[in-house]
């Protein structure tokens, strides 16, 4: 079973609309959660980090459930610019700065 | 802020070459860097964790000898592919946590895509 897995897609969508991605890990002892979006063979940058509480950023909510070992991120109104691949990212249990990576979900938002 | 250069951006190479992949970090100092690996439509797979003035840490299944790394001082490190060959062809990406931060903090260079013929 992979440490992080994530469905690869893609979602293909209109401009304006909400798409949701889902995310599971397998170790629970995992502590930081993040999503990271990464545009087509560049580096991947951070959208933002996962709280226990849920967090929001302008279109973008991200919710974690640790009983289910679970993570997802929301996306509202979605523009042609979000267009691109979404890495789920936990740290490794073993070593906190172990950064273990999903292989991603890509989005595509259509005019 | 927080920026993370890489050099170069990408090498086409033959075949029992070797390469050297620069990472710096511009304007921050950084104890400890790390070195990536990613395949065509594969997730980042972590290769080692390079710590300033001692040896890298590599994971599992990285040959130390093959893929050396250097990491000299606070803003540099190393990526050196001895002997490359075609399978090593990747897209190979560092990144880089701030001294005296969490090391979950990474800022991530822009890749050098490595093609050996």
């Known amino acids: 079973r992979k440490e992080v897995e994530q469905d690869p897609g893609p979602f293909n969508v209109p401009e304006g609309a909400t798409v949701a991605f889902n995310c599971t890990y397998s170790?629970?002892?995992?502590?930081?959660f993040f999503w990271y979006r990464q545009d087509c063979r560049k580096e991947p940058k951070l959208l933002m980090s996962v709280y226990s509480s849920g967090n929001e950023d302008g279109r973008f909510t991200a919710q974690l459930n640790r009983a289910s070992q679970y993570i997802s991120l929301l996306i509202r109104d979605s523009k042609l610019s979000d267009s691109a691949t979404y890495l789920c990212v936990v740290n490794g249990a073993d070593s906190s700065y172990k950064l273990i990576f999903g292989s991603g979900t890509r989005l595509l938002v259509r005019p | 802020g927080a920026v993370v250069s890489q050099h170069p951006s990408w090498v086409i190479c033959k075949s029992g070459t070797s390469v050297k992949i620069e990472c710096r970090s511009l304007?921050?100092?950084?104890?400890?860097m790390f070195w990536y690996r990613q395949f065509p439509k594969q997730s980042l797979m972590l290769m080692a964790t390079s710590n300033e003035g001692s040896k890298a840490t590599y994971e599992q299944g990285v040959e130390k000898d093959k893929f050396l790394i250097n990491h000299a001082s606070l803003t540099l490190s190393t990526l050196t592919v001895t002997s490359a060959h075609p399978e090593d062809s990747s897209f190979y990406i560092c990144?880089?946590?701030?001294?005296?931060?969490?090391?979950?903090?990474?800022?991530f260079g822009p890749g050098t895509r490595l093609t050996v013929l």
């Open positions: 304007d921050f100092q950084a104890t400890t």
């Open positions: 170790n629970s002892a995992s502590q930081s």
């Open positions: 990144s880089a946590s701030p001294s005296g931060v969490s090391t979950d903090t990474q800022y």
